[in-house]
């Protein structure tokens, strides 16, 4: 199927092609159509599945066809999203697929200056992306006037609603016309997000794009069992004797990650941190450095991980688990895209048993485990209650404490697939 069944412009089919894409995903296929129709939609699917397209060239098309007069620019669309990365993501993909047509649009996010946004926005766009808390900074300070606003697009709902921007989002939403067209993208469909799909959307087209990874065979995934005190250890060494080159490293905290590639730095692995505490210029940094392969690990928590556009790695590993099953998935994701191969490696300790057995609870299957030799896990060592971090308090989740039976006891470890010696690492690699 080509993209010129879709019912797009010539001018929007030259972007598609300038970016060389020959035929359109699935959530294009199923999402353009319906979007051109002027319909709401619920759309679940991730950062990956080409989404951005999927909203932005239809988006284009219905504000083009009805141009803004020279000199009365107003926003005429909001995009909202999770995180600031995101945002400017999705900017830059409006920017590229509107090329070739008299539509504006501009980015706002949190962590840089005011001012020259406000400025941009002064000038008059037609597109605006943004997260929510620097969106209503704008509006308290009266820089910006949402009430033209034709169509709300939400990215990564779910997402947004995980961070806590409920409150934000619901402010925004008493600031826009009563009449307007609704976009809701999710990875997962939560109570919560169905929650706001039943305030926000009128009889929306529900649309479904298979989850990633679900069945992936491309991803081969591992748990290699070690003492929490020992992971860092494992993590280098995995690193060293396998000659990774590229490894997303998630951790559950902002510190966590912090504390990880510093003592990555230690041991004479390059390494960066990218989470919501660093400067905008920080994380756009340590990305790009990632990306040219000057910084071998990247350690990110789950959030600023989000929308990140970066795919196809060969490693991703989970430091620590992550308290929410769903992101586990997510995580795993980023790997083996595209027919490539990619491992998924979990180091686990005692603490995190509850947590590995909701996520294969949701895999529906257990994750194979490997004993790292040398890197035992000593059976005596008690579990501990885990740190949640902030987002697991949002959501109300605690820790479960220590894990019933309170070590890697035998049992747990039953379904060790084999021993590994250094040296068969080291070979393998
Ligand atoms: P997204 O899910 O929107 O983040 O898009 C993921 C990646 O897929 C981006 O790098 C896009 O440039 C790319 N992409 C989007 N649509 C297509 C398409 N129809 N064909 C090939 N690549 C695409």
């Known amino acids: 199927m080509s993209f010129t069944t879709l019912g797009l412009s010539a ?17 294009q296929r199923q999402a353009i159509p319906v979007i051109l129709a002027g319909k709401d939609i619920m759309a679940g699917a991730q950062t990956g599945t ?6 932005a060239l239809p988006l284009l098309q219905r504000l083009s066809e009805r141009a803004s007069a020279k000199g009365t620019r107003r926003i005429r669309a909001l995009i909202l999203t999770p995180t600031r990365e995101l945002a400017a993501q999705v900017e830059e993909s409006v920017t590229a697929y509107g090329k070739h047509l008299p539509v504006t649009s501009t980015v706002i ?46 990215d990564e709902a779910d ?16 600031l826009l016309p009563q009449q307007r067209q609704n976009l809701l993208f999710f990875a997962t ?27 992936k065979e491309s991803v081969e995934q ?67 450095d990632f990306k040219r392969g000057d910084v071998r690990v990247l350690v990110a928590t789950d959030i600023a991980a989000r929308g990140l556009d ?44 509850h947590l ?27 579990a501990e209650p885990i740190d949640m971090g902030r987002r697991g308090q949002n959501r109300g989740l605690q820790s479960k404490g220590p894990a019933r039976g309170g070590s890697f006891a035998p049992r747990a470890m039953g379904r060790t697939q084999r021993l590994v010696s250094r040296k068969n690492v080291r070979k393998s690699a």
């Open 109 to 154: 996010f949190g962590g840089v200056k005011i001012q020259p946004q406000i400025k941009r926005l002064r000038a008059g766009v037609d597109i605006l992306v943004a997260t929510p808390g620097r969106l209503l900074d704008h509006v308290q300070q009266g820089t910006l006037d949402l009430s033209t606003v034709e169509t709300l697009v939400m």
């Open 356 to 382: 590995l057995k909701d996520i294969e609870r949701l895999l529906k299957s257990p994750i194979p485990k490997q004993l790292i030799a040398g890197y035992e896990p000593d059976a005596s060592i008690p």
């Open 50 to 55: 080409g989404k951005t397209a999927g909203f």
């Open 11 to 27: 001018e929007l089919l030259r972007a598609v092609a300038e970016q060389g894409y020959h035929e359109p995903t699935p959530i």
């Open 310 to 353: 970066i795919e196809q790695l060969p490693h991703v590993v989970n430091f620590e688990l992550p308290n929410v099953s769903e992101d586990y998935i997510h995580r795993i994701g980023r790997t083996g895209r595209a027919g490539s191969e990619g491992k998924a490696v979990s180091l686990v300790c005692v603490d995190e048993q």
């Open 222 to 288: 591992v748990i290699h069992p070690v003492d929490r005190k020992r992971k860092r250890e494992l993590l280098s060494f995995l690193i060293g004797s396998q000659n990774w080159k590229q490894v997303l490293v998630f951790t559950r905290t902002k510190h966590g990650a912090n504390k990880l590639s510093e003592q990555l730095a230690q041991d004479g692995i390059r390494a960066a941190a990218i989470h919501g505490n660093k400067s905008q210029g920080a994380r756009t940094k340590a990305l790009s």
């Open 159 to 174: 997402r947004m609603l995980d961070m806590g921007f409920i409150r934000d989002i619901r402010k925004i939403l008493a």
């Open 189 to 215: 469909l939560s109570d919560d997000v169905k929650t706001l799909a039943e305030s926000l959307l009128k009889s929306p087209a529900l649309i479904e794009v298979a989850r990633r990874n679900m069945a």
